[in-house]
């Protein structure tokens, strides 16, 4: 094959990333042999969705800590190879499939899984200390104007004054470009990270800073959610250095500051692929050590409503709800309100169930009105409804 | 270790699973955009392949069959789907995106939906070619297809990829 051939080695870059994001559950030999006839006991065959409801009992019992021990390991999802057990007489305590130690398949040199590109972001990898910013590459750091279609700026203060392009004369072409920007919600969970869309204009490539300033600057579009940084804390200054963001703030955040932390490194790790931590300093002081996203279960709601976006306005007719989701044998429930009565509801499979995220998408055919739309998803215990994500939307 | 030949097709499911089942799903789920379809697609692959296993023999050639059953059925998959997720932003499932490549992610989102807006048969030879690493012999064998066919599909894609970047700006 070509490799000197620039498109194709960026095709290659392009396609290991988004493959690298692909995480199989890791279940599915269990799966295949159980189609294949391998017989296993009862117990074994229904042990996935025994687990499942254990898991959610332990949820429910001691928290998001256990919950989250176990997802830890599932979502890591590489086997480790260990004894082999392919007529388990007893469930194997774990709650992967482990596939029994097996001859090597001459066609690979390497059928041992070996550790995810997700290892490095675990909190434990790469601790040293942050490079002094003005010997890392920095981002093209021009101001970012407020993006004119800005829904509602909060910030009573007019934009920052730019600060100058250290690196450039000519102006730096101006992009719009859609970024996602978290922010926190309440759930039955406690307090979670949602996402929205938003067009910002991007200045010179500084995707980065366009969507923290988004992130700090502007209020959420849906009235559910809020940021978690003090009104007005400005970005005083990014740089980049390999696969970290050093991002120098003006104000800690006043509370919650795990989360608010967590809402700045997804919203920073979203928009730049190539960036895995981040290290928060305020005004130049360094503050806790290089932070990546913590495990999905943990920080983000366990049900978000993406389609229709809150406010929208949508022709009768059919209407598109989707949404991603992280909820037990991936069934997301949707209902639509008029008037606080339930008008339309539904329910859909998303394309991973718990612990995995996946999307989910569904229609309902609405006539014109103002509704509330939303998806939530029914506690496995005692079926009461949990984690809705609502929309207010008009259909003409 | 002793080599393979002598497998029944438990062991062979096994085996390929561990070395294989994970590029597999990737590989389907960049043809599909969907990873719960993509893993529906490699494990009928493996059942097939287990079906089959008498007449296989072969880890090489069972590799080669899985890649063929999961481009087949990924494209069967696809063009049974209802729902075309057309507006959906790159990394909709919230996948964490921390990776080696250079391309920022607006570059990137712009590629992977070149990608998909290609003809099938274009985007499956770019996929098996620049993902899974494999020889213009091999991609033809997959997708049962001439090698010029391979030939002339990778060009075809890669002009229109092509165009798409040339708009980005550098």
């Known amino acids: 094959m070509n490799h000197d051939d620039p498109l194709g080695e960026a095709l290659r870059r392009v396609l290991r990333a988004e493959g690298d994001e692909v995480q199989p559950r890791g279940d599915g030999l269990g799966r295949i042999r159980e189609r294949t006839g391998r017989r296993r006991s009862l117990f074994a065959r229904f042990r996935p969705a025994l687990l499942a409801t254990a898991t959610v009992a332990v949820l429910g019992v001691a928290g998001g800590a256990a919950y989250s021990t176990l997802l830890g390991d599932e979502q890591r999802l590489v086997p480790p190879v260990t004894t082999p057990t392919s007529e388990p007489a007893t469930p194997a305590p774990n709650a992967t499939e482990l596939p029994p130690t097996l001859p090597t398949p001459r066609a690979t040199r390497s059928p041992r899984p070996r550790p995810t590109p997700d290892a490095s972001r675990s909190p434990a990898a790469s601790r040293s200390p942050v490079g002094a910013p003005s010997n890392a590459p920095t981002l093209p750091e021009a101001a970012t104007p407020p993006p004119p279609g800005d829904p509602a700026p909060d910030d009573p203060k007019p934009p920052k004054s730019p600060s100058p392009s250290p690196t450039t004369s000519t102006p730096a072409p101006i992009t719009t470009s859609t970024v996602a920007v978290y922010y926190a919600g309440d759930t039955e969970r406690g307090l979670k990270l949602y996402r929205e869309l ?47 963001v050093t991002v ?87 209902q639509v309100l008029s008037d606080g009565e339930v008008v339309e509801e539904g329910f859909t499979t998303a394309s991973e169930g718990a612990p995995g995220r996946g999307t989910w998408s569904d229609t309902v055919t609405l006539e014109p009105g103002s509704y509330v739309v939303r998806a939530l998803t029914y506690s496995a215990e005692d079926g009461s409804p949990q984690f809705a994500d609502t929309k207010q939307i008009t259909v003409k | 270790m002793e080599p393979s030949a002598s497998w029944d097709a438990d062991e062979a499911v096994t085996a390929l699973y561990a070395a294989h089942y994970r590029s597999l799903v990737r590989m389907a789920a960049l043809l599909l955009r969907d990873t719960g379809a993509a893993e529906e697609v490699v494990q009928d692959a493996f059942i097939a392949m287990h079906g089959g296993w008498r007449r296989l023999r072969d880890p090489d050639r069972a590799l080669a069959y899985l890649r063929q059953a999961v481009v087949n059925r990924a494209r069967s998959a696809l063009r049974h789907r209802s729902v075309v997720e057309r507006h959906a932003p790159a990394g909709s499932a919230d996948a964490p995106s921390a990776e080696d490549g250079a391309l920022g992610a607006l570059e990137r989102q712009e590629v992977m939906a070149a990608l998909r807006r290609l003809p099938t048969r274009q985007r499956e030879v770019l996929v098996l070619r620049y993902y899974s690493d494999l020889s213009e012999a091999d991609i033809a064998a997959v997708l049962k297809i001439s090698r010029g066919a391979v030939k002339s599909h990778a060009s075809r894609g890669m002009t229109a990829l092509r165009a798409t970047l040339e708009q980005l700006p550098s």
């Open chain 1, 248 to 334: 120098d703030l003006s104000a800690a955040a006043p509370a919650d500051t795990e989360l608010a932390m967590q809402q700045l490194v997804h919203t920073a790790t979203a928009v730049a692929t190539d960036v895995s931590t981040v290290q928060l300093r305020v005004n130049g002081a360094p503050v806790g050590g290089p932070t990546g996203r913590a495990p999905q279960t943990d920080v983000l709601a366990p049900v978000w409503l993406t389609t229709p976006v809150q406010g929208a306005t949508l022709p009768a007719g059919t209407v598109q709800l989707e949404g991603v989701a992280t909820v037990f044998e991936g069934t997301v429930s949707w």
């Open chain 1, 198 to 244: 938003r067009a910002v204009s991007v200045t010179g490539g500084a995707v980065i800073t366009a969507a923290i300033e988004e992130m700090l600057r502007a209020t959420p579009v849906d009235p559910d959610y809020r940021g978690l940084w003090a009104p007005g804390t400005r970005v005083l200054g990014i740089s980049k250095a390999g696969d970290r």
